[in-house]
């Protein structure tokens, strides 16, 4: 799938983009702080109650009307699908939570792949696999829990990562198709008015913050026929089947994306929001779809950019975009960024004023061109006028070669 398929399956804002949502959560902030209070205060209760009543349909429902509380509602369909023999259960991964959702219907135990473990790892419902690192021992110890009898069914999610629930499914991993022959898959969403439902880089414990805030949130869950591998096929193809299955049932796309995918995604948008922040006015997009945007909202604008991006090409196009919406003049952006006014911008890049760069926009556009100095003046009047002639070299340069490749005429460029 492409870059923007990946856009689409998570959220990396956690306010909404629509005016009016956005005013309408701010009329609801100061709701939504007390009643994050509120239910902190009854969340540590609901942690208490849930410790301290046996595993039982009593400790559910009494914890399932407490969560109700918390504004985590709980709905399913097709109860009479689950099969009491299985002893794997298959979903798709929204939230932080949807293993304590599941576990509010039916008895099962979710492993901690990764991430914390002891205390935290048992508080937060998990089950904690004592084996030797490394996924070989992990798949023994959980084929083991399954050969079991009496044991509850596990609760696994082959996509290993949380999607926004609303584009598509990341690939499924084949390795817990292999514990058994036979699954159950739970197809789940989620819903949640005014905020997003998570977003990549955030935390647990931050989003059951926002869990408390917003007004509710609302896990449908239904279940589905019990799936057997045919005799021949493969773990991966079963996973395949049981994914094109599940995203049959929740009316998303079933794609390749891995959550190595979904890491290297949000390491890039990492490294690019601090370059928008700098080079952007407030309001407007994301660097990596700013170029999009200006050929959509501005292509004169864009136009331009392209100009200067011809004449000095090592310049990146975000500073270029930012200097042309001051001057909405080319030769005036030219001459800027020759006189290196965007310097912090061009240090962000790996760029510096007269350093390497310009050493190669005159070795590889004019051999003939020596803009530097022939020695280092003696005197701060001296090294002034050397980085004058220096800045006007450079400037009758990229003047020159802006006017040949366009063809304009000495007056039409003034």
Avoid at 239 to 262: H, P
Avoid at 271 to 289: A, K, N
Avoid at 316 to 340: F, M, Q, R
Wanted: net charge positive; hydrophobic share 35%.
């Amino acid at each position: 799938m492409e870059t923007r398929g990946i856009e689409d399956m998570f959220d990396f804002r956690r306010l909404p983009k629509d005016t009016v949502v956005l005013l309408l959560l701010l009329i609801y902030f100061p709701v939504g702080i007390c009643l994050m209070l509120i239910r902190t205060f009854i969340g540590v209760h609901v942690f208490l109650v849930s410790c301290a009543l046996p595993e039982s349909f009593v400790r559910r429902f009494v914890v399932r009307v407490m969560c109700s509380v918390l504004g985590m509602h709980v709905r399913q369909k097709n109860p009479r699908f689950r099969d009491k023999n299985t002893k794997l259960y298959i979903c798709n991964h929204v939230t932080e939570f949807d293993h304590n959702i599941i576990n509010l219907l039916t008895s099962c135990h979710t492993p901690q792949l990764e991430g914390s473990k002891g205390f935290v790892c048992w508080a937060r419902g998990f089950m904690e696999i004592h084996s030797a690192s490394g996924q070989g021992p992990v798949e023994e110890s959980l084929l083991r829990y399954c050969s079991a009898e009496g044991t509850p069914p596990l609760l696994l999610f082959p996509e290993e990562d949380t999607t926004n629930g609303r584009t598509g499914l990341l690939k499924f991993n084949s390795w817990p198709f292999s514990l058994t022959d036979s699954i159950q898959p739970v197809a789940l969403r989620v819903s949640r008015p005014l905020v997003a439902l998570s977003t990549p880089e955030s935390n647990w414990l931050m989003e059951l913050l926002w869990t408390f805030f917003a007004p509710c949130t609302v896990y449908h869950v239904s279940w589905l026929p019990p799936v057997s591998r045919h005799d021949g096929e493969s773990t991966q193809e079963f996973a395949n089947k049981v994914q094109e299955l599940l995203a049959g049932e929740l009316g998303l796309a079933s794609t390749k994306i891995t959550k190595a995918d979904k890491a290297e995604h949000v390491k890039r948008k990492r490294h690019t929001v601090p370059q928008t922040s700098t080079s952007v006015r407030p309001g407007s997009i994301g660097l990596g779809f700013m170029v999009q945007s200006l050929g959509t909202d501005d292509h004169r604008i864009a136009r331009m950019a392209q100009q200067v991006k011809d004449v000095l090409p090592h310049i990146p196009l975000n500073v270029i975009t930012k200097d042309l919406a001051k001057t909405n003049c080319v030769d005036t952006t030219i001459t800027n960024l020759l006189e290196n006014k965007e310097e912090t911008s061009l240090e962000a890049t790996g760029m510096s004023a007269f350093g390497p760069k310009i050493s190669s926009y005159s070795s590889s556009s004019s051999p003939t061109m020596k803009p530097a100095a022939k020695c280092f003046g003696k005197s701060p009047a001296d090294r002034h006028l050397s980085l004058q002639e220096r800045k006007e070299a450079l400037y009758n340069f990229a003047r020159r070669r802006y006017i040949e490749k366009h063809g304009l005429d000495q007056e039409e460029s003034h």
